[in-house]
C-alpha cells in the first residue's frame, strides 16, 4: 500500500455537473486515504488530442507512484479497450484512444494492461459513464497496492495519435499551434532542441498568423505591449507571446495553424 | 470521530471569488484531518431546484458517514431554517429549502435536526454568508463525530421542492428536462423503469424541441455525427444527446422544456 | 514538522491549462503529507490589485501555520523579487508586487525573506513560470517546517499596492468599487467603522452608477426585486446588491467606479 497514494483526474467533463465528484467518491469509497488532484476538467470536449497534450506536460511534475487517470472518451461504451499503462514512474488509466500514449511514451512504457476483471468495477456498468464506472474503481484499487496484473491480460500496443511532427523543406521549419492557453499564449510543437539545431547561429524570422518576429526572447517580460514575441515557454516549445496581452485575439490563430520559421543564410548574422 | 472524514461542497458561488476558500479554511480550522471535496460550485446563482438535482445525482458515490454540505441560498439572513439531516448512510448541511430533500430521501431520511446551537458556529454570523458562519463550523465539528442531536432541536419535517414528475395521458407520456449538462445532453426527468412500464414494448416517438426520435441507443457512439439521439443516460434518465455535437444548441431546448413519448398502439411493433 | 501541513494557491492562471496542476505535483513530491487548498485560479490576468483583494479576504479563515503561496506576476522573469512573508499567524509566498502585502500587513509582518537559497527550487528555473519552479517548491520545503531564514535574506521591506482610499469632502465620501463577484455584487472599499464614523446616523444617500439608494439593509432577502439596495458584505465592505439578480447588469458599474455617500444635515432625519 503506497504511504501517500494520488490520484490525479484530467478530462472533458467540465465542473458544472455532478460526473467529477461521482468519480472522486467512488475513489474516496475504495480508498479513503487516497488524494485526488485535478490537472483539468475544461478539455474541450472530446478534444483527444488537446488533453493528451496536458497530461503529457503535467504528469512528471507529480510523485512516483502517482495514478494518472483520464477520460477524454467520444467511443464510450464501444469497442475500444480501457486500458492501464504501466510507466518508469508511474500508472496512467483510461480509454485505449491515444490519449495517455504521449505522456506514457515520454515516461517509459513498461506493461500495457487491458481492464477486464470486472471485479474492480462498478457492480452496474453503464454505457455512457466509464470514468466513475471502470476507471474510478480501478485506479482506487491501483492506489491501494494491487499490482497491475490482476486488473487484465498484458496487451502488446496501444492506440497512438497521429499528432504530426514539425518539418523541415530547405531553409523552413514549419511545426503547428499545439495549444493555447488560459492567457492566449500560442504553444507550438517545436522544441527548443530542435529550433537550435535547425537555426545553426543563423538569423531567422519567424511566422504566425500574419506576424513576423524576429528575435527570441527569454520572458514575457522581455516584450512590449501589444508586440508579439517568441519565447521558450515552461514546457520547452516555442511559444508566442502578447505581454500583458493576449497572443491569440491578436493573431487570430487558432490550434493547428502554422508557425514558421525561415532562415536565410544570405543575411548577415547580426550577433 | 472518523477515521477519514469528508466533507462535499456543492455551492452557487463559482469559484472567482474567495466564498469557497473561507469555507474550506473554516472547515480545516475545526478538523484539520478533514478532506474537503468539491462536488461543484456553478449551480446556477438561486438555482435551488438545479443545485438539488446534482446533490441527489451526486451524494451517493461517497463513503458512508460523509457529510454533503449544500448552499444555494437566496433568503439567507431571513427565516428559513438551517438543517441538519441524517440519512441512513449520510449527513446532508444546508438552508432548509428544498436544496437537501430529494437527495435525502433517496437515502433514507432518520433525523432532522434544526442548526441552533451557537457554539458550533462561528463567533460573528453575518446576514449574508451562512455557508462560511452556520453551515462550515457545523459541517466540520459534525466531521470530528460530535452527534447531531448536539446542534439543535429535532424538526418533523423539511421543506420540498414542487419539482413536478411525468404524467401520463392516454398514450403520451410528458416529462420536461431537468438539467442541461456540459456537453449540452438534455437530461430529463423521465426514468428508465417509467418508461419501460409505458411502452410495454409497443413502438415510440420521443419528441424534444422540434425533433422526433424513434429509438432507443444504447451509448453515444451509437449515434450519427448532427442527429439527435435519446438514451438512458448514467444516471437512469431519459436523455437526448447529439454525437460529438451538443443537443441544447442543435434542439434549442430549455431547462423546464417538455419531453414526450407518444406511443401509437397501431403501429405494428418492429421488433 | 506541522502535524497538517496546508498551502493554499491564488493564481490567475484559469484551470483550463496544466499551470496549477504542475505547481500541485511539484508541493506533493516535496511535503506529500500536505493539504493543497485553491482559493482561486481566476484572478483576471495580470490583476495584482484583484488577486491582493481576494487574498487578504480569504486568508485568515485558515488553521494557523498555513502557508498562503499566490502568484499574478506580469513580471515575473524579472528584476522583481521573490518573497516569503511571515506574519504572526501565515506565511505568504509569492512575486514581491504588492499582491501578498494587504494581506500580509492585516494579520501583522513580522519578517520578510527574499527567496535566493536555490537549494529549495526546482534543478532548472524557467524565467516565464516561477510558480511552478520557485514559489511551490519554496512552500512546499516550508510546509516540511524548514525555517524561514533558511531561504534567503531578510528584507526592510516589500511593494506595496497603491489601492487609494474612500476620501471625505465635506458632507460627501467617495470610496471605489473594488470588487465584483461572482453575483454581481458590488463591493466597495468602504468599511462599515469608516460608514458609521462618517454617517453619525445622520440621513444619507448611496449612488454607484447612476441609481440612488436611500438606506441600508441587513441581507440580500430584505431587497425588492429589481431594485438595487446596499448592505454590509460578509467582509465588512459596502456593498450594493440586487436581489436574485446582478447589481452589475443592472448599474453598467465596473470595478474602479466610484461609490458616493452623501449626508445632509439639514434633513430631518427619519429615525
Chains 1, 2, 3 share one sequence.
Do not use: W
Request: overall charge positive.
Amino acid at each position: 500500500m503506497l504511504k501517500h497514494p494520488i490520484i490525479t483526474l484530467l478530462t472533458d467533463f467540465g465542473t458544472k455537473d455532478h460526473y467529477v465528484a461521482s468519480m472522486k467518491g467512488v475513489i474516496l469509497r475504495i480508498n479513503p486515504r487516497c488524494k485526488v488532484v485535478d490537472i483539468t476538467h475544461q478539455v474541450e470536449p472530446q478534444d483527444i488530442v488537446g488533453g493528451a497534450f496536458l497530461l503529457a506536460n503535467a504528469f512528471s511534475y507529480f510523485p512516483e507512484g502517482t495514478v494518472h487517470l483520464a477520460v477524454v472518451d467520444p467511443e464510450v461504451g464501444r469497442a475500444r479497450k480501457s486500458i492501464l499503462i504501466v510507466t518508469k514512474n508511474y500508472f496512467f488509466i483510461g480509454p485505449d484512444n491515444g490519449l495517455l500514449e504521449p505522456a506514457a511514451k515520454k515516461d517509459g512504457i513498461e506493461r500495457i494492461v487491458v481492464l477486464t476483471d470486472k471485479k474492480y468495477f462498478l457492480p452496474e456498468i453503464s454505457a455512457t459513464f466509464h470514468g466513475r464506472d471502470i476507471f474510478a474503481p480501478v485506479a482506487g484499487h491501483l492506489s491501494l497496492g494491487i499490482a497491475p496484473p490482476a486488473f487484465g491480460k498484458k496487451a502488446g500496443d496501444c492506440e497512438r495519435l497521429d499528432v504530426g511532427q514539425p518539418e523541415i523543406r530547405g531553409n523552413r521549419l514549419t511545426g503547428r499551434v499545439i495549444h493555447i492557453d488560459h492567457f492566449g499564449n500560442l504553444i507550438s510543437n517545436i522544441e527548443k532542441e530542435e529550433f537550435i539545431r535547425f537555426i545553426k547561429d543563423r538569423p531567422f524570422l519567424i511566422s504566425a498568423g500574419k506576424k513576423m518576429i524576429q528575435s527570441l526572447k527569454r520572458g514575457y517580460y522581455e516584450g512590449n505591449k501589444n508586440v508579439p514575441i517568441a519565447l521558450f515557454g515552461s514546457g520547452g516549445y516555442l511559444e508566442i507571446s502578447v505581454r500583458e496581452g493576449n497572443a491569440q485575439k491578436m493573431l487570430k490563430v487558432k490550434r493547428g495553424d502554422g508557425v514558421q520559421i525561415s532562415t536565410k543564410s544570405q543575411i548577415p548574422n547580426p550577433q
